[in-house]
């Protein structure tokens, strides 16, 4: 279907109010979430925040699901960056909770859904129980070849290029690569999402237009969309609204296009 004709079919679903899933080809191989409004969520309802990360983490229950269920590649998402660690302590301590609770809770389900598990970024900072669920639930699904669901925690995009960069290194120290190999296809594969594709659309959600160090080497030909919705309202309608706005987008990669 030509661009113009999905837009037209886009106006049409909205006055609507309803989306339905685009077909296969039209789908990005790689969509990655910035999960942003939870505080604000909270908030206006008169709760603490952390009520607003519990309503986010049933919102993201249900998009796995769904993203899994369409067919899409990899899926990554922003839980916890390196400088969330600046937030109040009982909010840490209850995002901690919530994240730990969630790898107890789901893996069974993950795990019949064939979903496999990857935690991008410095495990090590984790209070030992939660690193426990998190080795363990990579460990449990690093056979399944199912939706490859990347989450990022103790994440920063920047420091996962330095990782890389210091992986090359040590691999030329060693005598296992010569600098002159050193190339973009051997840097994809020092970063944590090797050997999948990059990010072809990042959806924001909560307002703020920005990347905030997330997946920066992944993204960089990623379409954007940002919507206002807080995080816990997004849910498989919007994905829908969102993946069709992915389809009618012209994807050129720097190049002109074709005639
Ligand atoms: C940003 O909202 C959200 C976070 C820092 C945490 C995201 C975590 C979850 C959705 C739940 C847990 C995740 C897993 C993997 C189970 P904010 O607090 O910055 O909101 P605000 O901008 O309104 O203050």
Redesign the pocket.
């Known amino acids: 279907m030509k661009p113009a004709s999905l837009i037209s079919k886009l106006f049409a679903a909205k006055g609507k109010g309803e989306f339905t899933c685009p077909e296969k080809d039209k789908l990005p191989r790689h969509i990655a979430f ?10 206006r309802r008169g709760l603490p ?1 952390s009520a ?3 309503a ?2 049933e ?2 229950r249900e998009l796995i699901r769904t993203v899994s269920d369409i067919g899409i590649e990899s899926m990554s ?5 390196t400088e ?1 660690w600046n ?1 109040p302590e009982e ?1 840490v301590q209850a ?1 901690m909770k ?2 730990t ?3 107890v809770s ?1 893996i069974d389900e993950l795990i019949e859904k064939n979903v496999h598990i990857t935690i991008m970024g410095e495990l090590d900072a984790f209070p030992e129980e939660q690193k426990t669920a998190l080795v363990q639930a990579m460990e449990r699904t690093k056979a399944n070849t199912g939706l490859k669901l990347n ?1 990022a ?1 103790n994440y920063g995009g920047r420091a996962e290029i330095v990782r890389a960069a210091r992986l090359l290194a040590e691999k030329c120290a060693s005598g296992e690569m010569k600098p002159g190999d050193i190339d973009m296809d051997a840097l994809s594969e020092g970063m944590y999402t090797a050997g999948q594709p990059d990010v072809d659309l990042l959806i924001r959600t ?1 307002g ?1 237009e920005r990347i905030s160090n997330f997946l920066l080497w992944q993204g960089w030909y990623a379409e954007l969309i940002f919507e206002k919705v ?3 309202d997004y849910n498989k309608q919007k994905l829908f609204e969102d993946l069709n706005i992915y389809a009618s987008r012209d994807r050129r990669f720097g190049r002109v296009k074709a005639q």
């Open positions: 910035i999960m942003d409004g939870n505080g604000r969520w909270a908030k925040r607003g990360h519990a986010g983490t919102a993201l998402i922003y839980a916890f960056s969330n937030r909010e995002l919530l994240i609770r969630y790898f789901e989450i925690l909560g703020d807080f995080w816990p």
